[in-house]
């Protein structure tokens, strides 16, 4: 399949030479001049690749990495150098980088890199796929004892109870909207067939299509000369779930009404209309409604999906559920880690009940593996706990500056002052890494091993 490039380069030459060769093999290609312009196009384009060169003025490629494979979708990075040397190719790959190439770059040899890089990158993604999907079982049932969790569990339960009723799921991101989705599928008819989760804010424009309906051989150039039979028949007998449904193209809103309304589809390219015995799922933290009013979903396709809302409340609504919850991730984090927590004390969980939570169960899950890790064993206490202030960045609960001293250990100390000069600069990490006396490369490479980078 073709892949979208992004190719970041200082030297306008540079830049051209490589976009025609990556053109010519096939693929899209988009260019920044430097590494701020690269980190702002990442975010918005969600490139498959990102060709780095090594050394730009103001930030170089290796300052600049550890941020692009810290995005919600990391793309593969080959880092570009004209100076290349073991140490930086040591520390480049020791980063995560992909691959690592010596300007100039000989055209069969970057084509080679590329195939070999988009390749791997197809099998760590179903890789990490399969590893996720281990996650969402394991993550049990929805929790909660609260009368919002209570209406959207009597939701479930009438959904379930249908053959095949669609229904919209509606709620902010981080609530919890998959896990919901799959127990009307766990607790249906179909739970037997196959559960299958889409994200179409993702995958990029013009692929959702034959991604969800598959492609004859031959449908475009690139694909598959076997064809792919798509996510609709990789569901057939259980539960197709489309994620982030407001984002899907208009044109393809169309074709999505039809399947719903006649219960089949054509592959691309096909000419043979197919059965499809599916029940779907749509979800979105978007308000839909407003965007019928826009202009920019479609009305007739919002009511065909909306037979039945389900309205998933942000965690701040429900404070009672915060113990449950975060009781049940720290047992998942006790398995994986192979320690022994016995709870929170009663200082802890207050600490959690207060916070507003504007990340949902996503950063509750995120601040109980943190607490888990400086925890180690036995009960997890305040100074575990480390939540974002007011001002953005991430500082240490009150209290972490008495811990007793048995409990100091140099990485707690090291995690503590990162944080506290995060907190006393405005998260300006520059001038952490200056003042701390340690250069970006490795601020990034601790926040990373802390996990403050995923607050």
């Known amino acids: 399949m073709p892949a979208h490039l992004l190719i970041v380069d200082d030297d306008a030459g540079v830049r051209a030479g490589l976009v025609a060769v990556a053109r010519a093999a096939g693929h899209r290609t988009s260019e920044a001049a430097d590494g701020e312009e690269a980190l702002e ?30 995005l919600d979708f990391p793309p593969a990075v080959i880092i570009l150098t004209g100076h290349a040397d073991v140490p930086t190719a040591v520390r480049a790959m020791q980063l995560g980088a992909s691959n690592l190439l010596q300007k100039p770059i000989e055209p069969d040899l970057l084509r080679d890199v590329l195939a070999r890089v988009i390749a791997s990158r197809g099998v760590r993604a179903e890789r990490d796929r399969l590893r ?17 969790i209570r209406r959207v569990l009597e939701h479930v339960r009438r959904v379930a109870s249908t053959p095949r009723t669609t229904a919209l799921i ?12 799959r127990a009307i599928h766990e607790g249906s008819a ?29 449908a475009f150039t690139g694909g598959d000369p076997a064809g792919h039979d798509g996510l609709i028949a990789a569901a057939d007998g259980g539960t197709l779930l489309l994620d982030e449904v407001g984002e899907m193209d208009p044109a393809l809103q169309a074709k999505l009404l039809r399947v719903l309304q006649e219960r089949s589809y054509r592959r691309v390219g096909g000419t043979v209309d197919l059965i499809m015995d599916v029940r779907v799922i749509a979800s979105t933290n978007r308000d839909l409604a407003a965007m ?16 039945l809302s389900i309205q998933v409340p942000p965690l701040r609504e429900r404070p009672e559920d915060i113990p449950a919850i975060a009781t049940h991730f720290l047992a998942l984090f006790a398995e994986e880690l192979g320690r022994d927590f016995t709870g929170f004390s009663e200082a802890a969980m207050s600490l959690l009940t207060r916070y507003s939570w504007p990340g949902n169960v996503r950063e509750l899950k995120n601040a109980v593996e943190r607490a888990a890790i400086l925890a180690e064993e036995g009960l997890v206490r305040p100074e575990h706990i480390s939540l974002p202030s007011k001002d953005g960045s991430v500082s240490a609960a009150q209290g972490s500056s008495v811990l007793p001293l048995r409990d100091w250990k140099l990485k707690h100390m090291e995690e503590l002052l990162i944080r506290r000069a995060l907190s006393e600069f405005g998260g300006n990490r520059s001038q952490v890494a200056r003042e701390l006396g340690i250069n970006r490369t490795t601020l990034y490479s601790k926040l990373k091993i802390y996990g403050i980078d995923k607050t």
């Open 170 to 181: 509606l709620g902010e991101s981080g609530v919890g909207k998959e896990l919901v989705a």
């Open 132 to 148: 996720d999907e281990l996650a969402r079982l394991r993550a049990g049932p929805v929790i909660g004892r609260s009368a919002g």
């Open 292 to 307: 019928v009013e826009e202009g920019t979903f479609r009305e007739d396709l919002y009511y065909r999906l909306n037979v």
């Open 41 to 70: 196009l990442a975010r918005t384009l969600t490139p498959d690749v990102v060709m780095l060169d090594l050394v730009m003025p103001v930030r170089t490629g290796l300052d600049v990495l550890p941020e692009l494979l810290a």
């Open 190 to 218: 179909r739970s037997a067939g196959p559960f299958v989760a889409v994200n179409c804010a993702a995958i990029q424009a013009g692929l959702l299509e034959p991604e969800l309906f598959g492609y004859e051989p031959g």
